[in-house]
């Protein structure tokens, strides 16, 4: 028996698109036959599913897509106050993929038939075959090969004799037309020989991402696995992307190619001065602040600090191993445009990464009320022999009263690129929103917590600039949880 690989995902995947192993296998043609996939978390013996596949009709390959079971195994990763580097360890999952094979216990013969001639069971046919069947199995025989059949060889039969080298059945051998007609063994409960484990796929990984349907056939692990300075961080921040001092930004890298070396991420400002942070590559992926808000204690390399002066416009952001700058630049360009209150809006883009985008134009909050009212039976009282009630009686009652608020948000104007990348904040479903007030001091903004919502607005329009110059946004959210009313 033999299994080989026709086809499996690469290394690290996005667990939102399909997960896609193929196999073959030299026994898809027997009976029953069913490939087996065994699903560990790596490096364990914690089963986390099993599979059981029919091969395809056409090839008798067997195919199956994890992507459903690992995406129940991946979540994603946010400290809100965290402006340091953190291991992603809920963004992914690692699983080993074990593959094996299942089918009906079958035994072939072919030597010739003969007479058994010990007592009590003398003139019973004799099939003479290795196997491994006892006295007593109830057994299945189907015939097989060229010549004339014998009527009474099929069908279900008792093992009167078993012999590594032979069996004897409750046929009688007087009634074999062709002693040379082939035929196959079978238990009659369709007993099943399994054979696991034949071929492992160990350290697989996916993580808490997914392509466009266009996108995904072109998707490379070694565009991300950070080892050109073209490589990719695992985020879509877009180009031209600008950010308010009050902004938060977390990006996502692929950093266990060197484990137990130090990386760093760098920042370098419009005005040439460099700094970093060190990130430990023994995770798999790691997160680390980047925004304007957030960026957090850097080691200055050249220049002084902070990274943003009153004068800086720019800073972009890349990954270096080892002394050589190993992902392209991502630039954050700073929006300084006069506000007092911005409302922002933290979403989880499609790479599992952690961007924002700022609301400085006019916003709109808006209540709702739901409430449970019925109708209860007016007691009333008695006074002077004569039923009344008080006016201040109750017979309609207002129960599990709760309130809700939905924001109507406007962006200022924004790039093109922005405008594309605004479609995952309408899109994600994990999103949070705080306001900002500018009004003491514009280069240090007072913030709110950030608070749990949902996005309201399900269409959108994405803008391009030769249809329209100026592209605003605008968005409706509402706060993930009521307000409870007493009563």
Same mark, same amino acid.
């Not at 409706?476 to 409870?484: R, T």
């Given at each position: ?175 074999? *037309?062709? $002693?040379? =007609?082939?035929?196959? +063994? ?5 007993? &099943? /020989?399994?054979?696991?484990?034949? !071929? ?123 002394? *050589?700058? $190993?992902? =392209?630049?991502?630039? +954050? ?5 006069? &506000? /007092?209150?911005?409302?922002?809006? !933290? ?141």
């Amino acid at each position: 028996m033999s299994i080989t690989l026709f086809a499996k995902p690469e290394k690290l995947t996005p667990a939102y698109n399909q997960v896609m192993y193929m196999h073959d296998s030299t026994n898809k043609s027997l009976p029953g036959f069913k490939y087996i996939y065994d699903i560990y978390q790596a490096g364990t013996l914690n089963k986390i599913a099993e599979y059981r596949v029919l091969p395809i009709y056409s090839t008798g390959y067997g195919r199956v897509d994890l992507s459903k079971l690992l995406q129940s195994q991946v979540t994603f990763d946010l400290n809100l106050n965290n402006t340091t580097v953190y291991n992603a360890n809920d963004s992914f999952y690692k699983y080993d993929v074990k593959v094996g094979e299942e089918y009906v216990t079958t035994t072939q013969y072919s030597a010739a038939l003969t007479q058994y001639l010990v007592s009590p069971y003398v003139g019973r046919v004799q099939i003479n075959v290795a196997n491994t069947f006892v006295v007593g199995d109830q057994i299945s025989i189907t015939q097989t090969g060229a010549g004339a059949t014998n009527p009474t060889m099929e069908g279900l039969f008792t093992v009167l004799v078993a012999d590594p080298a032979f069996i004897v059945i409750n046929v009688f051998f007087s009634t074999i *037309v062709n $002693v040379n =007609k082939n035929g196959d +063994i079978i238990y009659a409960d369709g007993r &099943r /020989t399994v054979t696991r484990d034949l !071929l492992v796929h160990s350290n697989q990984a996916v993580f808490n991402g997914v392509f466009k349907w266009s996108d995904f056939p072109s998707y490379l692990m070694a565009n991300y696995d950070l080892a050109d300075p073209t490589d990719l961080l695992i985020t879509n921040h877009p180009n031209n992307y600008y950010a308010t001092l009050g902004q938060d930004i977390w990006f996502h890298a692929f950093s266990d190619s060197s484990p137990g070396l130090t990386d760093f991420v760098y920042f370098e400002n419009d005005a040439g001065e460099i700094f970093r942070k060190s990130v430990n590559s023994g995770m798999l992926i790691s997160g680390f602040s980047v925004g304007p808000n957030n960026h957090g204690l850097l080691t200055p390399v050249s220049g002084s600090l902070p990274l943003i002066k009153p004068t800086t416009e720019n800073y972009y952001v890349y990954y270096e191993r080892a002394g *050589v700058k $190993v992902s =392209k630049d991502y630039y +954050i360009y700073l929006d300084r445009r006069v &506000r /007092t209150i911005e409302y922002q809006i !933290l979403f989880l883009d499609r790479m599992g990464s952690w961007n924002s985008f700022a609301f400085t134009g006019r916003d709109y909050e808006r209540g709702n009320i739901t409430r449970t009212q019925y109708n209860q039976y007016l007691e009333g009282r008695v006074v002077s022999n004569k039923w009344t009630y008080d006016l201040t009686d109750r017979g309609y009652i207002n129960t599990q009263i709760t309130t809700d608020t939905t924001i109507d948000l406007n962006s200022n104007y924004m790039t093109e690129e922005m405008a594309a990348y605004f479609v995952e904040l309408l899109s994600s479903p994990m999103v949070y929103i705080k306001k900002v007030d500018y009004s003491n001091d514009c280069d240090v903004p007072e913030s709110t917590e950030y608070v749990s919502c949902n996005i309201v607005t399900s269409s959108f329009e994405v803008f391009k600039t030769r249809n329209k110059r100026l592209i605003k946004q605008s968005l409706q959210v509402k706060l993930a949880n009521n307000n409870m009313i007493n009563g």
